[in-house]
Antibody, heavy 120, light 109 residues
Framework: QLQLQESGPGLVKPSETLSLTCTVS??????????WGWIRQPPGKGLEWIGS???????YYNPSLKSRVTISVDTSKNQFSLKLSSVTAADTAVYYC????????????WGQGTLVTVSS | QSALTQPPSASGSPGQSVTISCTGT?????????VSWYQQHPGKAPKLMIY???KRPSGVPDRFSGSKSGNTASLTVSGLQAEDEADYYC?????????FGTGTKVTVL
């Protein structure tokens, strides 16, 4: 059974960079059939797709966040990572990683999510 | 790309049906047959319930069905059960972008 697990700091200071890692188990991140994505959800609000990456390193990002987002992949560790720069309180959210069928809105396996709070 | 529009709430009694709409534009919902629906219980990760407008993943009850007409997609839950009480989000592919809906809270009366 495929499992995804987010990890990283739960508190980030304003203007700094948020960094999270998603570890995939029970399957290979190098599968040719899937992208791997990040989605976030501010407390009490809806879901927002951040971006997705293929095992080859090919990425695509939400245009509204593109200037601050970098997603990378480490196939040797079966992990992919998110960096979001210049964070503000508006970036406080639960961050989810998920497996993503390319060119669809199909996110079929999700991590449990991790809350990241932006505060000084 | 703006969020897809969903009604904030919907409700029904056990055994009844409830239908949730998801309105977008010709650049997302209307332009592709790639609309998904997710169920989210409090404090839990979203769960895929419908993909590609009307397909159900393995294990999802056939009480859940999806459809689309023009720029609006719909999710129908038939034979409502207590465990169906949750937030529901639609999502659409939008050409190198993915857009989620505003979310609908379904209450089982």
């Amino acid at each position: 059974q495929l499992q995804l697990q987010e990890s990283g700091p739960g508190l980030v200071k304003p203007s700094e960079t948020l960094s999270l890692t998603c570890t995939v188990s029970g399957g290979s991140i190098s599968s040719s059939s899937y992208y791997w994505g990040w989605i976030r959800q501010p407390p009490g609000k809806g879901l927002e797709w951040i971006g997705s990456i293929y095992y080859s390193g090919s990425t695509y990002y939400n245009p509204s966040l593109k200037s601050r987002v970098t997603i990378s992949v480490d196939t040797s560790k079966n992990q992919f990572s998110l960096k979001l720069s210049s964070v503000t309180a508006a970036d406080t959210a639960v961050y989810y990683c998920a497996r993503h069928v390319p060119d669809t809105a199909n996110f079929d396996y999700w991590g449990q999510g991790t809350l990241v709070t932006v505060s000084s | 790309q703006s969020a897809l529009t969903q009604p904030p709430s919907a409700s029904g009694s056990p055994g009844q049906s409830v239908t949730i709409s998801c309105t977008g534009t010709s650049s997302d919902v209307g332009g592709y047959n790639y609309v998904s629906w997710y169920q989210q219980h409090p404090g839990k990760a979203p769960k895929l319930m419908i993909y590609e407008v009307s397909k159900r993943p393995s294990g999802v009850p056939d009480r859940f069905s999806g459809s689309k007409s023009g720029n609006t997609a719909s999710l129908t839950v038939s034979g409502l059960q207590a465990e169906d009480e949750a937030d529901y989000y639609c999502s659409s592919y939008a050409g190198s972008n993915n857009v989620f809906g505003t979310g609908t809270k379904v209450t089982v009366l």
